[in-house]
């Protein structure tokens, strides 16, 4: 297997952000080639998407990220972008798995994603492990729209949600990038599917394969009369005391968060506060999953995802593509809100 150590004097394109600010600080740069660790391949990349973590790390809000291993006063990691599709052009001595010329999808980091992955580059060095081999019936487009996404939907409706044939799900942000993937997810498990989301955008919650698409500017879902096996809550805009009232007794609450890019206003702590409230309440409420801070191996979770994409019962949407040298624009574009899919960056 070809071996690349890091020492060659060739360069790259990629865009890179020098500090903690506004899409305008990025600048698109030619610097050296990611060296490969013993267990890392280096994937040529073809396209990367973008979604909220990514904003989150651009802006170094909220502040706890910087601590949490992002980079105190500027990123550790220059290059922005965590969700990667591309071709392995190189390999580390301790790789197995994959040979060069592999088409290859995932995220680009271990653990979390409120850290650069450095994506946004025509090369970018990826631990092997949390790789799988990119369908073939998909694009690289198609495929750099679902890692980061669909591993938190997945999390949410397998691993927390336990989503079992007959359960009923409500997905709250349905249309968005991780909810419609939830949708998705929750269907393929047998499930009967409500999703809410905005007026213009029930559409796509439907095309997810929702059995009821509900307008939240219409209807509030905690103050009907259905009750749910699992609310899987993206937007958080309810009360965990308001969707208790929407779910059955032995029912589950799984809190994505988001911070509306700032809007929300939790500068310092994010959603943390609300999670680690939730968390202090699950030994006594059993509709709340127990703490558990470590997530399922994204090696195994990329490979469920893999299978589904391969049957066709996951299929990543995507609303616009983007040149590597327009990111300022679609991280722009990304906060506005108005996505219908995913962004993606093509390479
Ligand atoms: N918990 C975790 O482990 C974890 C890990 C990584 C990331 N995350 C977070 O997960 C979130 C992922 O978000 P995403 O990519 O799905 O965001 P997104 O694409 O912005 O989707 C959010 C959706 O929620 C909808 N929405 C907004 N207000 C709503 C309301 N009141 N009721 C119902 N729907 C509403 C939005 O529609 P409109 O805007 O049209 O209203 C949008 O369609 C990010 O904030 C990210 O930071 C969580």
Same mark, same amino acid.
Request: net charge neutral; hydrophobic share 40%; proline share 5%.
């Given at each position: 297997?070809?071996?690349?150590?890091?020492?060659?004097?060739?360069? @790259?394109?990629?865009?890179?952000?020098?500090?903690?600010?506004?899409?305008?600080?990025?600048?698109?740069?030619?610097?050296?080639?990611?060296?490969?660790?013993?267990?890392?391949?280096?994937?040529?990349?073809?396209? =990367?998407? &973008?979604?909220?973590? &990514?904003?989150?790390?651009?802006? #170094? !809000?909220?502040?706890?990220?910087?601590?949490?291993?992002? $980079?105190?006063?500027?990123?550790?990691?220059?290059?922005?972008?965590?969700?990667?599709?591309?071709?392995?052009?190189? =390999?580390?001595?301790?790789?197995?798995?994959?040979?060069? $010329?592999?088409?290859?999808?995932?995220?680009?980091?271990?653990?979390?994603?409120?850290?650069?992955?450095?994506?946004?580059?025509?090369?970018?060095?990826?631990?092997?492990?949390?790789?799988?081999?990119?369908?073939?019936?998909?694009?690289?487009?198609?495929?750099?729209a679902?890692?980061?996404?669909?591993?938190?939907?997945?999390?949410?409706?397998?691993?927390? $949600?336990?989503?079992?044939? #007959?359960?009923?799900?409500?997905?709250?942000?349905?249309?968005?990038?991780?909810? @419609?993937?939830?949708?998705? !997810?929750?269907?393929?498990?047998?499930?009967?599917?409500?999703?809410?989301?905005?007026?213009?955008?029930?559409?796509i919650?439907?095309?997810?394969?929702?059995?009821?698409?509900?307008?939240?500017?219409?209807?509030?879902?905690?103050?009907?009369?259905?009750?749910?096996?699992?609310?899987?809550? &993206?937007?958080?805009?309810?009360?965990?005391?308001?969707?208790?009232?929407?779910?059955?007794?032995?029912?589950?609450?799984?809190?994505?968060?988001?911070?509306?890019? $700032?809007?929300?206003?939790?500068?310092?702590?994010?959603?943390?506060?609300?999670? @680690?409230?939730?968390?202090?309440?699950?030994?006594?409420?059993?509709?709340?999953?127990?703490?558990?801070?470590? @997530?399922?191996?994204?090696?195994?979770?990329?490979?469920?995802?893999?299978?589904?994409?391969?049957?066709?019962?996951?299929?990543?949407l995507i609303d616009k593509s983007?040149?590597?040298?327009?990111?300022?624009?679609?991280?722009?574009y990304m906060?506005?809100?108005r996505a219908r899919g995913k962004i993606v960056?093509?390479?």
């Amino acid at each position: 297997m070809a071996q690349h150590d890091g020492e060659s004097d060739s360069n @790259m394109k990629a865009i890179v952000q020098h500090r903690y600010g506004s899409p305008d600080n990025l600048e698109l740069m030619d610097i050296d080639i990611p060296a490969v660790k013993d267990d890392e391949v280096l994937v040529r990349v073809r396209a =990367a998407s &973008v979604h909220p973590d &990514v904003w989150h790390v651009l802006r #170094g !809000l909220p502040l706890v990220l910087r601590v949490m291993g992002a $980079g105190l006063r500027k990123p550790k990691r220059a290059v922005p972008g965590t969700d990667v599709a591309g071709v392995v052009e190189a =390999a580390g001595k301790d790789v197995t798995q994959f040979q060069v $010329g592999d088409q290859v999808f995932g995220e680009s980091v271990r653990g979390y994603q409120w850290r650069n992955g450095g994506s946004y580059a025509e090369y970018v060095a990826v631990p092997a492990e949390v790789l799988a081999l990119k369908p073939a019936n998909l694009t690289f487009e198609e495929a750099a729209a679902v890692p980061t996404s669909a591993l938190i939907a997945l999390q949410g409706i397998r691993h927390q $949600g336990q989503v079992e044939a #007959g359960h009923k799900v409500l997905v709250n942000g349905a249309a968005g990038g991780v909810g @419609m993937y939830a949708v998705q !997810l929750a269907k393929s498990y047998g499930a009967v599917v409500t999703g809410v989301d905005s007026t213009d955008k029930l559409d796509i919650v439907r095309s997810a394969g929702a059995d009821r698409a509900v307008d939240y500017t219409q209807e509030d879902f905690t103050r009907g009369s259905e009750r749910y096996d699992l609310i899987l809550d &993206v937007p958080g805009n309810h009360s965990w005391s308001e969707c208790k009232r929407a779910l059955k007794p032995e029912g589950t609450y799984v809190l994505i968060g988001h911070d509306h890019f $700032g809007k929300a206003g939790h500068r310092i702590m994010g959603s943390i506060p609300r999670f @680690m409230k939730l968390v202090a309440l699950s030994p006594f409420v059993s509709q709340l999953p127990k703490a558990n801070f470590s @997530m399922p191996p994204k090696k195994e979770s990329m490979a469920v995802l893999k299978e589904l994409l391969e049957e066709g019962q996951l299929k990543p949407l995507i609303d616009k593509s983007y040149p590597l040298s327009d990111v300022p624009d679609a991280i722009r574009y990304m906060q506005e809100g108005r996505a219908r899919g995913k962004i993606v960056i093509t390479v």
